[in-house]
Nanobody
Framework: QVQLVESGGGLVQAGGSLRLSCAAS????????MGWYRQAPGKQRELAAA???????NYADSVKGRFTISRDNAKNTVFLQMNSLKPEDTAVYYC??????????WGQGTQVTVSS
């Protein structure tokens, strides 16, 4: 199993920045990929950014150039740096761990609200 604990959400004005953190309960090298998903009210959950155990990254078109996903292997933590935030970035952000052998795990979610 993997426990994921997210932090860093909050309220920010448009154009501002936030950094989300996701601490995993085991080594990131034992996890195939870590991702940040988001779900806005009335919408489906969507991938915002992901990073593999090898360090490859993937971003949704809507966040490219504004969001950066990174990892600190020593702390088993993944970060999502969000810059130039827009009101449409408002959502609950969920950390996800896709393991090699025992499926997907989700964090509890953290609210990000961007005011115009």
């Amino acid at each position: 199993q993997v426990q994921l604990v997210e932090s860093g959400g909050g309220l920010v004005q448009a154009g501002g920045s936030l950094r989300l953190s996701c601490a995993a309960s085991r080594s990131l090298f034992s996890i195939n990929a870590m991702g940040w998903y988001r779900q806005a009210p009335g919408k489906q959950r969507e991938l915002a950014a992901a990073i593999t155990s090898g360090g490859s990254t993937n971003y949704a078109d809507s966040v490219k150039g504004r969001f950066t996903i990174s990892r600190d292997n020593a702390k088993n933590t993944v970060f999502l740096q969000m810059n130039s935030l827009k009101p449409e970035d408002t959502a609950v952000y969920y950390c996800n761990a896709r393991t090699f052998t025992d499926g997907n795990y989700w964090g509890q979610g953290t609210q990000v609200t961007v005011s115009s």
